[in-house]
T-cell receptor, first 116, second 114 residues
């Protein structure tokens, strides 16, 4: 069974500084990987996705993520954070080996705090 | 831009009562899902639905739960006899299919069982 680990429960970053949120997955084949963001009291918004091809993927709001098969990682990055980026970030993995879009497995999330 | 919508936004019910949570997935999407998030915990998959039947379900999705797509646009989750531990945020999601596997989530329904 697949699993996702987000080792950082909380991260505090100064506004304007760079950001990297870590995500490691456990999955037998090539996974489908996602990052979602959840603002307080809101639903989950898709930031970006990786299915295949270029291992560096661009998303919305200036985020990018890099898939590294050798490290089983899919870390999220942003060169300069804004106060509005404060939120909960979830990494998720999908299994589509059966030909269908099965349910996602989520990590526990990383709470991002932005310092002025 | 099309969105997944969910109603109600908040539902309060007494233990043992039946509740139905409603979702309208994005039009033309083929796969539909329910997830839940207990306060402060991670998002957990409940069930996926494709071609008018359940395609996958987790161990959380026991006999107390059922899903239905009654009219080609709505997608519902029914909990037959609610328990205190069913209190959570319930998210509906849909996916285009056809080699596009990203899932789009609704804003959620907060279920409070008293």
């Amino acid at each position: 069974a697949q699993s996702v680990t987000q080792p950082d429960i909380h991260i505090t970053v100064s506004e304007g500084a760079s950001l990297e949120l870590r995500c490691n997955y456990s999955y037998g084949a090539t996974p489908y990987l996602f990052w979602y963001v959840q603002s307080p009291g809101q639903g989950l918004q898709l930031l970006l996705k990786y299915f295949s091809g270029d291992t560096l993927v661009q998303g919305i709001k200036g985020f990018e993520a890099e898939f590294k098969r050798s490290q089983s990682s899919f870390n999220l990055r942003k060169p300069s954070v804004h106060w509005s980026d404060a939120a909960e970030y979830f990494c998720a993995v999908g299994d589509y080996s059966g030909g269908g879009a099965d349910g996602l497995t989520f990590g526990k999330g990383t709470h991002l705090i932005i310092q002025p | 831009e099309p969105e997944v919508t969910q109603t109600p936004s908040h539902q309060v019910t007494q233990m043992g009562q039946e509740v139905i949570l409603r979702c309208v997935p994005i039009s033309n999407h083929l796969y539909f899902y329910w997830y839940r998030q207990i306060l402060g915990q991670k998002v957990e998959f409940l069930v996926s639905f494709y071609n008018n039947e359940i395609s996958e379900k987790s161990e959380i999705f026991d006999d107390q739960f059922s899903v239905e797509r009654p009219d080609g646009s709505n997608f519902t989750l029914k909990i037959r006899s609610t328990k205190l531990e069913d209190s959570a945020m319930y998210f509906c999601a849909s996916c285009p299919g056809g080699l596009r596997y990203e899932q789009y989530f609704g804003p959620g329904t907060r279920l409070t069982v008293t």
